[in-house]
């Protein structure tokens, strides 16, 4: 799987961004995929993940009510919608499809990974 992120960019405190991840190489409705943030220093944090339908999502405590992630398995894309943003939400965003179907938020379940797209929220 071939997974190209896209969509940061530099946004005031409290706005929002949208994420989007292309997947291209397998049949996408056959994999979770998950969103993924490093930021400077820190480990690559789990952020949000959804199933292969789009039924089941799994959020981070920290994003929870702010971040909705949602696909469009007809277009091969997975969504990352990102609201009342903080400067601690900046950080490089990475995508990332699972071997298995069902949610995952474990890294480790994630073979394929997407290139990472940086997001930096003004103060």
């Known amino acids: 799987v071939q997974l190209q992120a896209s969509g940061g960019g530099l946004v005031q405190a409290g706005g929002s961004l949208r994420l989007s991840c292309a997947a291209s190489?397998?049949?996408?409705?056959?994999?979770?995929m998950g969103w993924f943030r490093q930021a400077p220093g820190k480990e690559r944090e789990f952020q949000a993940g959804i199933n292969w339908s789009g039924s089941t999502t799994n959020y981070a405590d920290s994003v929870k009510g702010r971040f909705t992630i949602s696909r469009d398995n007809a277009k091969n894309t997975v969504y990352l919608q990102m609201n009342s943003l903080t400067p601690e939400d900046a950080a490089v965003y990475y995508c990332a499809a699972a071997r298995a179907a069902r949610v995952v938020s474990n890294s480790d379940e994630y073979p394929w990974w997407g290139q990472g797209t940086l997001v930096t929220v003004s103060s």
């Open positions: 190489g397998r049949t996408f409705s056959n994999y979770g």
